[in-house]
C-alpha cells in the first residue's frame, strides 16, 4: 500500500509559478510509475505529466509541455511538479497517481491517488 499526501497548490497569478510535491509513505516510490493528474469542475480527470520509476522518461499533455516539469526524488521518496507560466485554464485539482503500468496517459493504470491540491489561476 502506498499513501501519496500532494502539497503546495495555491492561489497565483496568471504567469506565476507553483511547484507541487507528492510525498510517499507506506511503500517506496521506486517501484513505481508516477503522474500527475487534474481535474476542474464538472470536467474529467485529465492527465498532466508522468514519469518513469527511473525519472529517465517523461510524458506531458499538449497544453503542458514547455511550462510545466515532472521529476522526481526517489531518495525523498517525492514527485514533484514544477508549473511556470500559468494559465487561468490550468485551474484545477490536482491528483498525484503511483501506477505499475508503463502507460501514462490513462487513470486506469494507476493504483494509488492521493487526495489532490487545489491549483487557483486569477487572470
Known amino acids: 500500500q502506498v499513501q501519496l499526501i500532494e502539497s503546495g497548490g495555491g492561489l497565483v497569478q496568471a504567469g506565476g509559478s507553483l511547484r507541487l510535491s507528492c510525498a510517499a509513505s507506506?511503500?517506496?516510490?521506486?517501484?513505481?510509475?508516477m503522474g500527475w493528474f487534474r481535474q476542474a469542475p464538472g470536467k474529467e480527470r485529465e492527465f498532466v505529466a508522468g514519469?518513469?520509476?527511473?525519472?529517465?522518461?517523461?510524458y506531458y499533455v499538449d497544453s503542458v509541455k514547455g511550462r510545466f516539469t515532472i521529476a522526481r526524488d526517489n531518495a525523498k521518496n517525492t514527485v514533484y511538479l514544477q508549473m511556470n507560466n500559468l494559465k487561468p485554464e490550468d485551474t484545477s485539482v490536482y491528483f498525484c497517481?503511483?501506477?505499475?503500468?508503463?502507460?501514462?496517459?490513462?487513470?486506469?493504470?494507476?493504483?494509488?491517488w492521493g487526495q489532490g491540491t487545489q491549483v487557483t489561476v486569477s487572470a
Open positions: 497517481a503511483a501506477s505499475n503500468s508503463s502507460i501514462y496517459y490513462s487513470s486506469v493504470y494507476y493504483l494509488y
Open positions: 514519469i518513469s520509476w527511473s525519472g529517465v522518461a517523461t
Open positions: 507506506g511503500d517506496t516510490l521506486r517501484s513505481y510509475g
